[in-house]
T-cell receptor, first 114, second 113 residues
Framework: DVKVTQSSRYLVKRTGEKVFLECVQD?????MFWYRQDPGLGLRLIYF???????EKGDIPEGYSVSREKKERFSLILESASTNQTSMYLC?????????????FGPGTRLTVL | GDSVTQMEGPVTLSEEAFLTINCTYT??????LFWYVQYPGEGLQLLLK?????DKGSNKGFEATYRKETTSFHLEKGSVQVSDSAVYFC????????????FGRGTSLIVHP
């Protein structure tokens, strides 16, 4: 069974802290994605990666960075957390190329920044 | 650019009622179309997909038909159950968007016994 795991289901941090959200997939997928989900706004793409050490900005990259040192792992970093980054964060992965674009999601991390 | 519009919720139904959730899209080329479902406390999971015009995707009693002439992919189920209560997302993936999926905002479904 395919699996995407995220390091925490719930996380509480303080304003200004550096926050790491980790995502691991076991499907040997090339593409990995980070989204945030907010009520009424749906899913918004923060960053994605189509290969190791490669990254592309999504729709809302400000305040975030990412790291992909290994194919199976994609990390989202909040350099200095702020209260407006309180949200649900979803990681996803997919195979590369047309026709293989079904996304597989992790369970999500609900981050609260106080 | 690509876009997906789906009906706002919540949609509230009684058990065994008929369900329709509308979805229309704008895309360049010939997109693939998806419905994802998010159960409470979980991530999204693929419910069904269709990759070309007139294809019908189906799963767990849900169906959606790829209508190119009306640029629509409406989700239907003949008889909903309480366990179908979830948020449903319509999405597309197209060559014009480099195959990065575009999601609708989601429609919450609440089914009462």
């Amino acid at each position: 069974d395919v699996k995407v795991t995220q390091s925490s289901r719930y996380l509480v941090k303080r304003t200004g802290e550096k926050v790491f959200l980790e995502c691991v997939q076991d499907m040997d997928h090339e593409n990995m994605f980070w989204y945030r989900q907010d009520p009424g706004l749906g899913l918004r793409l923060i960053y994605f990666s189509y290969d190791v050490k490669m990254k592309e900005k999504g729709d809302i990259p400000e305040g975030y960075s990412v790291s992909r040192e290994k194919k199976e792992r994609f990390s989202l970093i909040l350099e200095s957390a702020s209260t407006n980054q309180t949200s649900m964060y979803l990681c996803a992965s997919s195979l590369a190329g047309a026709g293989s674009d079904t996304q597989y999601f992790g369970p999500g991390t609900r981050l609260t920044v106080l | 650019g690509d876009s997906v519009t789906q009906m706002e919720g919540p949609v509230t139904l009684s058990e065994e009622a008929f369900l329709t959730i509308n979805c229309t899209y704008t895309a360049t080329g010939y997109p693939s179309l998806f419905w994802y479902v998010q159960y409470p406390g979980e991530g999204l999971q693929l419910l069904l997909k269709a990759t070309k015009a007139d294809d019908k995707g189906s799963n767990k009693g849900f169906e959606a038909t790829y209508r190119k002439e009306t640029t629509s992919f409406h989700l239907e189920k003949g008889s909903v159950q309480v366990s179908d209560s979830a948020v449903y997302f319509c999405a597309l993936s197209s060559p014009g968007g480099s195959y990065i999926p575009t999601f609708g905002r989601g429609t919450s479904l609440i089914v009462h016994p």
